[in-house]
């Protein structure tokens, strides 16, 4: 199957990719995971690479982090050619995000401060149990918003909006 992008899909391709990137997917992964949300349909990575200009090794390495991560999946071959699709959505993406701040950061920073508090000296001790208060609280703060993006993604966006209008109509003064 023969794919080319206008340059409005391009630009919402970088621009796709640029918001991942901030989220912490690389470029080139973000590039490819927007590619294939974009044209939903699977590609193989020669496809890919004509559609993104990267490298087969940069294709090759970023499909194997996306499917690591779950973003994307491999659906069937054509020949010798691996196929590969988007599984994730952006929500999904954000989740996965929150996630890795979680666990990944703010876990291991709080289990330090716990075990070496006392370590700290009298000066910096307060305020350190200050952060591990502070960083515990965030932890949580993400849990609830993990919570809750699980059971409301599944509402449609006029549902959304919705609820975001009746919000503010009541809380209006």
Request: hydrophobic letters at 45%.
């Amino acid at each position: 199957m023969k794919v080319s992008l206008r340059n409005v899909e391009k630009e919402f391709i970088d621009l796709a990719s640029s918001l991942t990137y901030s989220l912490g997917i690389g470029e080139a992964a973000g590039k490819i995971w927007a590619t294939l949300v974009l044209i939903d349909k699977p590609l193989s990575q020669q496809e890919l690479k004509e559609l993104t200009n990267y490298s087969l090794s940069v294709i090759s390495v970023n499909l194997s982090i996306l499917e690591k991560w779950g973003l994307i999946r491999r659906v069937g071959k054509i020949g010798k050619r691996k196929l590969y699709k988007a599984k994730a959505t952006l929500i999904d993406i954000l989740q996965y995000f929150l996630r890795e701040i979680s666990d990944a950061k703010l876990t291991p920073l709080i289990k330090f401060l716990d075990e070496h508090i006392n370590e700290f000296n009298a000066s910096t001790r307060k305020n350190a149990l200050r952060l591990l208060s502070e960083y515990n609280k965030a932890r949580y703060i993400i849990m609830l918003y993990l919570e809750l993006i699980r059971k409301i993604k599944l509402f449609s966006f006029n549902e959304l909006k919705n609820i975001i209008d009746i919000r503010q109509y009541l809380t209006a003064d």
